[in-house]
């Protein structure tokens, strides 16, 4: 197993380079597709085929087409090349540098002594058995009941998405334009 | 620093690494879209931290399987009776006794330990983190649908979605 | 019944407004969707007032969802300083609210205006849930409802960089709210659990403090671009400059000091004082930052010729204060920072009424246009003298208590230099604020102001609402200063 | 987790070795689709490497004992199918697309 999870893992530092190279925004959309599908194989190695299935479904294919779609709407766009500045290099390292400093206190990768594994007990999988009857999936299990408010509130941050992507995208009919335009009004 | 913890660390090293460059993507790119599609990578990267942190060795995915949640769904209903009496239980229950729930009986019932524990053998993964990004999936997508709406409406406003260019049009203005 | 509405007070809180939006949505009509949000908003305003009162009783009030306990479930957890930041929102958003509707007609096509109230209620319903959550992951999912609907009630602006300026808010709000994420992450890894209360009981000082530190970092660093602190406040004079006056008034007055809170319950409630202040050199830290960023942002604010921005600025000056008061953390010293969060609201959000009624008349929030508008328009210009004045911290007004319990901690403390910093830096307030009063009263009225009308009271009276709140906040205390001071005790670790 | 569930030596073998196959044509199809030169190089490279990530996942939902990971390589491959739809659709159309900005700019007067 070990050497498709280094596999995967080098594939993916691959394609995150290639999307910052690439300057030809149909190539990064669709790399960043792969992108997805690869990140997606990963959680599946480590034991995440829920979000898995989330991710190539919303990461690898709406989003995809959202990108796509929105590139049709908007011209072919390619990236003018421009003399690049240090600033975002140097704020990334040091971002990065202080991300692994964090990690050199972590619990070591799949230690089954890490908090995350024995905090709370009995551990959500065991509550899950006795509070849901034995659902299979204890992921769906906490989805809907532990967690379930923030469900709640997934659902109403798409319902803000898509009022705010009528409100900004709805045209303004001929009739009802501002009564005055910016600039001078005397009433 | 040992090789111990190299090896124990380094996916969150290559997760970070990943982070890092949509991070930088955004913060570089002056291409609108690009800047959406460098936060769309930083976010998913973000994304396997979590789930890289909810992994645990030798387990497996949080899906109890089918012929052992069965047995589990019974062993929850009749807490205080013995091993033994499951195992019955089951037999005249279903018609299809799988012999996972045989076996998982038997071995409880070898321990003498409660029915609720039916399970231990197996090792799950911590199935949190998956329902914290299954939620942070979906506040991505928007994020990402209502960026891109607004890079359409500014396309049509300004003729173009290059950050420089835009702000050279507000400039002459 | 009244029993069982007030043992479901908190998620009322959340639920009246959630709802309403897409009803909003499904009545499809500018006009009922404005009467339903107004009254949905009141609602709202009632049920935290409501709220307070029982946080005054029982100090700490707690509700279950789903009667899952924590650590499994989500937990509502609202104590005196979440009730006083959630009253204070609810009740800024409603009369923001009664304000709208004239200023709603003129600046956004009325194809728009159902979902603009819904947006509007959406936001609302995200800060809120902000402020009553006692689940860290939770308050990142509202801080996502609450910055995307502001995204989109940002670009609504008359002009085309009002996109542009939500376009990049939002680059720099998601960068935020990822590393946010991040740190979320980076404490569940150490403690296991989402539970505020809990991850303060569990979180190990003593081993491994470089992830908790590191999550802490990159927590500040996010909710500091929410809260718009100096050198990460890029995006706000834009975004308030260019969105429509309403949402100006209503995300200035509120979004800000939710991040505020958020971050307050941070430092408090999950790292703990010792630990943010005496590890790490937090305060100092917070001090130069909120120092730098008060003087920078107050000059900036002295060359802007659009009031609007003006007044930005002036924002950005002014989130320094309560970060300078959070940061002594003394008692004196954190009810400071709270009651200027109160104070602040109410006198940036009336500020912010008074351009919107200039923008509605005189068509521009450009200072040149408002030349001489105070002859013609005597009753807003007066407004803005008296915001002007509390915005400054002369007595008698609500600026004058926080800027005053400010004092006092420093003088406390022993930090002389910041006490004179402080008064120097009220000069730069005088400075900006007399500029406008001078262009208003004293020169030649512009051809727009020449011949412009008192603004419409509909829109005076919110105005002068939360204009004379300010007044009477300076005058009477027990309800703004009494009320942070016990939230201040309890935060750090008292009874009152 | 049951032992006939898990393959057995022989078997753990081949599924290492089709993985190994699979992987080094990812790479292939990965060099091929960052260096194109031509666009239907990288659409082709594309579209194999996503139909390579299906027979990953199957082949790893193999290795680990737990074939209901299936229905994910399904869905994998349904979604490469409709990103490649996507893709080739605006390939074909790009001229489509200037007549659309063209129409939204002539809104404004």
Known sequence: MNFIVFAIL???????VAIAKLRELWAVIMFTGIYSFLSASWMIILDAPDVAFTEAAVGAGISTVLMLSTMALTGKAEEIPRKKSLVPLFVVIVTGATLVYGTLDMPHFGSPDAPVQVYPDPSFVKRSEADMHGLPNVVTALLASYRGYDTLGETTVVLTAGIAVLLILRRNDEKDEPTQLAGNKTP | MTFESIAGLYNYWVVIFLMMTGFYIVLARKNLIKSVIGLNIFQTSVFLLYITMGKVEHGTAP???????EQQSHASHGVGENAHAAIEHADEAHEVVHEVAHEVALTVADHGGELAHASTEIIYSNPLPSVLMLTAIVVGIATTALALALVVRIREDYGTVDEELILELDRGE | MIDAIFAHLPILLIVLPLMAAPCCVLVGNGRAAYLLALVV????FACSVAMLGETLQHHVVRYELGNWSPPYGIEYRVDIFSGFVMAFVSGIGAIVLVYAPLSVRD??????????YATYLLCMTGLLGMCVTGDLFNVFVFLEISSLSSYALISLGRTRRAPLAAFQYLIL??????????????????TGTLNMADIAARVPHEHGPRTVLVAFAFLTVGLCVKMAVFPLHTWLPN????APSVVTCFIAATATKVSVYAFVRLIFGIITPGFAFDVLPLDTELMLFSLVGIFIASIAAIYQNNVKRLLAYSSVAQIGYMLLGISMATPTGLSAGIVHMFNHALIKGGLFMVAGCFALRLGSVQLSDWKGAGRTMPLTAIAWAIGGLALIGVPMTAGFISKWLLLTSAFETGRWPIAVLMLVSSLLAVVYVWKVVETLFFSEPSEAAAGATEAPLRMLIPTYLLIGATLLFGVWTPYSAGIARQAAIVLLGGTP | ???????????????????????????LALVRATLGPTVFDRVLALNMFGTKTVLLISVVSFVTGRSDFLDLALLYSLMNFIGIVALLRFTQYNSFSDSVTSSGESNQP
């Open chain 1, 10 to 16: 080098a594939l993916l530092a691959i394609t995150a």
């Open chain 3, 41 to 44: 908003s009141f609602a709202a």
């Open chain 3, 173 to 190: 709000g998601s960068i935020g709210a990822t590393f946010i994420l991040i740190g979320i992450g980076l404490l569940y890894q150490m």
């Open chain 3, 239 to 242: 975004a308030y400059t260019y």
């Open chain 4, 1 to 27: 987790m049951s032992p006939d569930l898990l393959p057995n030596a022989l078997t753990t073998g081949i599924l290492m070795a089709t993985s190994f196959a699979v992987l080094l044509t990812m790479i």
């Open chain 3, 107 to 116: 600046e956004i096509p009325a194809s728009k205006h159902y979902l603009f």
């Open chain 2, 63 to 69: 899906i109890v399987p089918p012929a052992i949640a």
